[in-house]
């Protein structure tokens, strides 16, 4: 039990009706968990309204309710606060409530379009691999040192991160990396947490079904860095043309890391093939699993900020060497038949076009390159007809498919994406609805050498379809088929 003032430390209040004197049990967002004695913050999301749960949260035994309109009937016995805003307020309070535990570690954000997943997650690899507690906080998967939790969100809500930060501390953890989602830096997620440093990878053509602007896109990924205290590091990519911008206003210390610009880690491509590629970075050389330039600029990324945490260069050189590839990104196998399989979380245009130029730029062209690939229901419509554009342009055949329809219908998503495909691109492509048969035709129509690209899903291990989960993973469905075709 706590005394909900101290709780509140920080919090912007309004107003108070009743005591903050009282003991409360926990902090609930959700009115279905709320137990006796709990407090239950109301939030207006973006599905539901948290202020219509109020009475239904006292019912079940609320004792303190934290909202930004007061409900017109008071509760006697319950104390009701008026915040600014119940997303920052929650975020606080949530730090108050398991006693700041980002302050006990040393906590590393990482945001941008692409590439958030892979820097973490290979950052997580390296620092355990040099010995230390480590902990994850990404789209895969999170990690509390050697013990594994699913992850739900990019960036989860701010009682989870902070109830994750608390297990770590219990465990000894040292260092913490945690992808920053454009979402949870708006929701406030991450506020009344200390980032011992910030990472930026890139930005680019996302998520503009829920900002309004790309505009305000880059400012919520700019709002992180400008939150960053004295005392942390902001390394930013210099090759984009957002690297500065994110550094503009920080008082962190600055670092950048570039191929094409001068920075403080740099970096040039000496070879790019299947096998990895080998790097020299700062003037080392450095061969490494990973493939294509956009893992040359992750790779940057992972040895700049293994460097500012004070790891040494030829010992990170060498960690680097040994680290394998993330689930979903950029995983391919070779199958008997020889023919090259690949899955990655490619879900933006951007990203699709790094991964297929990165292939072309390996490939011999002498052999086919079939994609697959689909865009998410409910999300940034803008982005379909361009996706479709550049798989069409970089493949030399395409089958449109369905990726997480949601509530969408997917040959309406279908429709919008084929909307991008040139005239002279149409005779490269073909449509078919169900994933699996996509993948299962694409099987079929490779040849010894020939590429295939599935592209979407990544990591994921499931297929969300009106309301529900169906188990689907790219990997081990398109495994299975080439498996098939060797017998």
């Not at 330039?293 to 992750?298: C, D, G, K, L, Q």
């Not at 899955?343 to 390159?369: M, S």
Request: proline share 2%; net charge negative; glycine share 6%.
């Amino acid at each position: 039990m706590m005394i909900l003032k101290d709780i509140l430390y920080k919090v912007t209040i309004n107003a108070v009706v009743g005591s903050t004197s009282i003991s409360v049990n926990k902090i609930e967002f959700d009115s279905r968990q709320i137990k006796k004695n709990d407090v239950f913050v109301a939030i207006s999301g973006t599905i539901t309204d948290g202020h219509k749960f109020i009475e239904k949260a006292i019912a079940d035994g609320a004792i303190a309710i934290v909202c930004e309109t007061l409900p017109k009937s008071l509760e006697e016995g319950v104390t009701y606060i008026e915040v600014a805003n119940s997303n920052q307020a929650l975020a606080y309070m949530a730090a108050n409530y398991y006693q700041h535990p980002s302050e006990n570690l040393k906590l590393i954000g990482v945001t941008g379009t692409n590439g958030k997943t892979t820097v973490t997650s290979l950052l997580y690899q390296l620092f355990k691999k040099a010995g230390y507690k480590v902990g994850l906080l990404s789209t895969v998967k999170v990690m509390v040192d050697d013990k594994t939790f699913r992850a739900t969100h990019t960036t989860p809500d701010s009682l989870t991160i902070n109830k994750y930060l608390k297990m770590m501390n219990d465990e000894g953890v040292e260092f913490c990396f945690m992808e920053v989602s454009s979402h949870g830096i708006h929701q406030s997620r991450t506020e009344g947490l200390k980032f011992a440093g910030g990472i930026f990878t890139n930005l680019s053509h996302d998520h503009l079904d829920y900002h309004d602007s790309f505009a305000e896109y880059r400012d919520v990924k700019k709002a992180f860095f400008d939150g960053l205290p004295k005392d942390a590091f902001a390394l930013s990519n210099m090759d984009d043309k957002n690297g500065l911008v994110m550094l503009q206003n920080t008082v962190a210390k600055k670092y950048t890391y570039a191929l094409k610009n001068y920075s403080d880690y740099r970096a040039q491509i000496l070879e790019n093939e299947f096998g990895g590629l080998l790097l020299k970075v700062n003037d080392n050389e450095l061969w490494t699993r990973l493939i294509g330039s956009f893992n040359a600029y992750n790779i940057l990324a992972i040895y700049g900020a293994a460097d500012l945490l004070g790891l040494e260069s030829e010992e990170v050189l060498r960690l680097i060497s040994e680290l394998e590839n993330v689930s979903g990104r950029f995983q391919y196998f070779i199958s008997e038949e020889k023919i090259t399989a690949i899955v990655d979380y490619a879900h933006t245009p951007d990203a699709l076009k790094n991964v297929l130029e990165t292939i072309n730029n390996i490939r011999t062209k002498n052999e086919e390159l079939i994609t697959i690939v689909g865009c998410g229901g409910d999300r940034d419509k803008t982005k379909r007809p361009k996706m479709a554009h550049i798989a069409s342009a970089l493949s030399t055949k395409v089958i449109f498919t369905s990726d997480n329809p949601r509530s969408e219908v997917p040959e309406t998503i279908i429709e919008d994406m084929e909307k991008g495909v040139e005239p002279q691109n149409f005779k490269k492509t073909l449509s078919i609805t169900d994933r699996k048969q996509a993948i299962k035709t694409a099987c079929q129509m490779a040849e010894a050498k020939d590429i295939i690209l599935i592209a979407g899903k990544g990591h994921e291990t499931y297929q969300e379809i009106k309301g529900e989960r169906f188990d689907f993973d790219d990997y081990k469905i398109v495994r299975e088929f080439l498996k098939q075709l060797q017998k």
